[in-house]
């Protein structure tokens, strides 16, 4: 149905580039979405560990989303009157003067940087602070490590770039022609601190890289500040009108947040999809082993924030979806229901603990509360009385045990968590969401518009266009919440115990895990022979 645009006033576009798609969603001030469209794109794996993606499919997508929501709203060009968005992170796009990719992007997911990350691990605790206050590893899915491992294995690439940024800061300049460092990417994957003067220029140096600064948009702007106006040539691309209002976006777990209202302290976003994103503001810095940050100024100039993530969450129950439960796929597309839906259904009757089967999600690595880019996912307790709905259920209380295990790390930091507002995926199946509730303890809190993420993204467009005069306002007028999912008392307790066996698990196997993971990549890198 067409869009009046009398009466939806003026619109903003928010364009959500995630991991396996790009949204884009036209949305009035009062933060209902009016109309949306996506656009897919692929992702290689060309080794174990690794994630690319090629940017220019990015903007194929970002085109054909754009002009399909415009064409099924009904809207026209000029009832847009401003756009941002937000991206994942961190994937390294090495782009030339002109903004052209000079190899595929590498993914947020991405751990080949294994080694590169190791190097800060030698650095003192406070350089290293925001990783768990100093005493977690490096992630090797953040840019210094990234920018190092490029160096060394493609310098021709490396030094042949003119610019070696986040994906959202590619977007951006897509957009406006202008090059900018967004706070939120540069805070939380690229060690930046205006409490402490900006860029760790010893940390960068030590990594291998104190030249890539050199690459690096000299602005890191705030989000929702606007960064220029769009391009003639993007405007064509889009379908939109040439001039609009760009504003700074930010990496697509803290856009979620903003488009969940989580804008103080006490209560977390939980942003899901094909990862988790655990995340809050504080307003002092809380450091503690087994979570990230705090962060300065990431989401908002003046607070800090907290982050847990879980790197693949979502995409594990694909994986089970598409290699082991192509019955229920195919039994998905005869009835026209869905097969995630279908599978949960079957496993609904199993109790808390599928029967003793456990999972632990870490088949792209763990992000918190190890930051271990070498953990591969585990599945125990299995035996012959087990079938496909005890794995996929363990899969979905697996995902949920992650999330606890890092609400306990950073509850024993001191920051009380008193309720989860939730968003993504996760957050459009009821009993996974119930189970989510059920397994933390908190209370789980819905948004009227599920699409948190794409939301937060047209947040900081009406910021940016003028329409508020701060995120926060914008915020609060955009963000309403729908309902609160209570945690059964009862199978909390049950599953009390599921969870400590899956905090226990990983770090009795975890040398075992790494030795496997160090003799596959030797296979994969054989020594030349003579």
Known sequence: ????????????????????????????????????????YATRYPRSGWAEQDPRDWWAAAGQATRRAMQEGGVMPGAVVGLACDATSLTLVAADRDGSPLRPAIMWMDVRA???????DELDADTRRCS????????????????????????????????????????????????????????????????RGGWPVDLYQAVGVGDVFAKLPEQVLDL????????????????????????EGAIDAWSGQVGLNVLAPGTMALITGSSHVFTGLTDRPVTGPGFLGAFTDSVLPGSYTLEGGQSSTGSVLKWFKDNFARDVVAEADRSGQNAYDLLTERARALPPGADGVVVNEYFQGNRTPYCDGQARGMIWGLSLHHGPEHVFRAIQEGVCYGTEHIRRVIATAGHQIDEIVACGGVSRSRPWMQMHADVLGVPITLTREGEATVLGAGIFAATGAGLYGSVPEAAA??????????????????????????????????????????????????????
């Open 114 to 120: 294994v080694d590169q990350a190791r190097r800060a």
């Open 1 to 40: 149905m067409a869009i009046d645009n009398r009466s939806a006033g003026p619109l903003v576009l928010g364009l959500d580039f995630g991991t396996e798609s790009c949204r884009a969603a036209l949305i009035d001030a009062t933060g209902t979405i009016l109309a949306a469209a996506a656009g897919t």
């Open 224 to 247: 929702g500040v606007q960064v220029g106006e769009l391009t003639s040539a993007a405007a064509e691309d889009l379908g939109l009108a040439p001039g609009l209002p760009v504003a």
């Open 477 to 530: 007028a955009m963000v309403h919440p729908a309902e609160t999912i209570e945690p059964d008392a009862q199978r909390h307790e049950q599953y009390r115990f599921f969870v400590d066996r899956y905090i226990e698990a990983f770090p009795q196997i975890r040398e075992s895990m790494h030795a496997l993971a160090a003799h596959i990549g030797s296979a994969e890198h054989p020594a030349p022979s003579d």
């Open 132 to 195: 768990g206050g100093g005493t977690m590893p490096a992630s090797a899915e953040w840019y210094p490590f990234k920018a190092a491992w490029l160096k060394e294995n493609e310098p021709e690439t490396y030094h042949q770039a003119a610019y070696l940024v986040d994906a959202v800061d590619w977007i951006t300049y897509r957009l406006t022609g202008r090059w900018t460092t967004n706070i939120n990417t540069a805070a939380h994957r690229m060690y930046y601190d205006r409490d």
